[in-house]
DNA sequence: CTGAAAGCGCTTACAG
DNA sequence: CTGAAAGCGCTTACAG
């Protein structure tokens, strides 16, 4: 800051720099976005100038001047999952890296899409990032619509549609469904369970498909049971279940439906792993604190915001991009309930 | 949007609606921000031709141009943090109702604070909240500085000090943990540990003592056992905890710290809470999935973004603030482990 | 290699 | 109640 009639504080700004430097602003500027083309003498000289008035350009006027305001939005349903805070987490180390800054956009539950995109256009992102796989095939429309009228390189991560034109991240949940299912299979059980949530999530379906798939390829009876994630409901929902069924295996879209679960199933007498086995496909903290630990699909969700944030770079400096596709790998943690 | 040229398209500007509807361009700015000053037969035809173009201002050349960019900056040290996803929660719910965009600054843990603080002055945030209880005392010292130079408008949370001089919101943990310290105290109990993080931060620090308070007034000893945050890592450091030490109450400053206690007590053929009571000290979803579930303090962390947002918007629009240090009142939840 | 000038898309006194 | 004009703090051709 400088001193403006003896006590006013006001921002250093390029005119203050260019003013002690004794060059113009355009210099100043130079040596800022372009130090290439100054004279390393003149440079040295705004670059000391730089350091002692602590001058920062103000990002708001080089947004608009340049007509990029390096920000990227993140587009978000809910914040509070432990899941998209990891996500994000690899987002804004990458983030940083390119020194990009990031604008949270959280659309909740009932939010206008539409008008929700709007504002982030007009917040004049660079980039985006989707962060919200409960987005419909309708939805995913709309967001590609508003994206292209505005040029906008947009990034989905954990959802996708058949014939969807933008780039995404994901996870091969499928896949990784069907294996835990079939690691079940081999072991001799029958029935197997699969928990879900109530709600439709991109990701939950994909992974009600491949133990779908599993367990018809094996003649086995798929048997979906839906809950809420809300540990009281689920809890009070699973203490009837045992009453008309039959199980030796669960397996579980979230970790902390089958820790409830086992909570549940211990309680009514039943021993983890040895009469049913349980996984989780997603390996939260939650599954390394419960007793017995919980076997899980480990999704590297870190991984994700950090592939999707690479991606998005890419696209925003016009580079190359050969892959658009992204299918992270997956592991199984192996650990007692499995 | 509008077509120029027949096919290049570009973001409809105030010109755009300008003209569109025969009137200046300071009279759309009029209708979008003080429409009272404008003739109703004038603005509803401004109106309709904004909602015909879709138009939306820039946000970039209105933040230039008032000075206000209508965004606050969220300076977080760790975002994959469970309570911080919370409070991001109430931060954003508050943040949509006033139209202030959020951005998100992460200080990770080896950052220079200083160039983190001119980096946000930089991107002209309207406001900053702090969401990192690991400041020390130089260091919010030096936030002061630089959010008073730059007169931004600055609020602190979950952490404080002696003659700080910012607002802040917190909640009273040094009498949480004092209370349920006395609430294992008056169940008899004499061997009352409290786990707590290597790491210090500052709301760690006042639990401590609380737990400290009531020990030293019921004439026992305190005894703190620091340990990781990370569940590999604690439960190997509890194995060897019962070796030397009788204990018959534990507090832990964290919940999954407390639970991992448990995991390893069971083990060793304690039983819950007949041998040992134990406590949290946060109330995450940890506590509702332990076995047996854990009796904790509640803080209200969803609660602290709310009001930590409300009160920096009504520094923000300079309106008078009574209360400068909101201090949130806490709950107790029992269950089952004491 | 450097500077003068136009322009980014808005807001806001100032006239009228 | 409305418009012309200056200005927010930068970037970027364009000359020289």
Redesign the pocket.
């Known amino acids: 800051m400088v001193l403006i009639g003896g006590d006013i504080l ?9 003013g002690a430097a ?9 040596v ?3 130090p ?8 040295d000289k705004v670059l000391e100038v730089i350091k002692k008035l602590g ?4 990002a ?9 305001s390096t920000t990227i939005g993140v587009v978000i349903s809910d914040i509070t999952r432990a899941y998209i805070a990891q996500m994000l987490g690899g987002i804004i180390d990458i983030a940083e890296k390119y020194q990009y800054s990031i604008k949270i956009f959280a659309t909740g539950l009932d939010v206008d899409l539409e008008d929700e995109m709007r504002t982030v256009v ?1 917040e004049q992102v660079d980039g985006i990032l989707f962060l919200n796989e409960e987005l419909s095939k309708e939805e995913i429309e709309l967001v590609v619509n508003k994206v292209k009228e505005a040029e906008i390189p947009t990034i989905l991560t954990n959802v996708n549609f058949e014939g969807n034109p933008l780039p995404y991240v994901m996870i091969d949940y499928a896949k990784g469904a069907y294996e835990m299912t079939k690691k079940m299979i081999d072991k001799g059980r029958k029935n197997i369970y699969l928990f879900s949530t109530v709600r439709h999530y991109f990701t939950n379906d994909l992974k009600e498909q491949g133990y779908i798939k599993a367990m018809h390829e094996a003649g086995l009876t798929p048997q979906i049971f839906r809950t809420s994630g809300d540990v009281q409901v689920n809890t009070e929902h699973f203490r009837s279940f045992f009453e008309n069924r039959s199980i030796d295996g669960a397996i579980s879209v979230r970790d902390s439906i089958a820790v409830s679960f086992m909570n549940v199933a211990k309680r009514a007498g039943r021993k983890i792993p040895e009469d049913i086995l349980v996984a989780g496909l997603q390996n939260t903290k939650y599954a390394t604190l419960a007793m017995p630990t919980l076997t899980c699909l480990d999704s590297p969700v870190y991984d994700i915001g950090v592939c999707a944030m690479r991606l998005l770079t890419k696209y925003m400096k016009q580079e190359v991009v050969e892959e658009s596709h992204v299918i992270l790998p997956y592991t199984i943690v192996e650990r007692e309930s499995l």
Do not use: F, H, Q
């Open positions: 006001a921002n250093t700004t390029i005119y203050d720099v260019a004794k060059v113009s602003l355009a210099t100043v500027s130079r800022m976005n372009n290439e083309k100054v004279a390393p003498k003149t440079r001058y920062r350009p103000n708001i006027a080089k947004g608009l001047a340049s007509r990029k007009a």
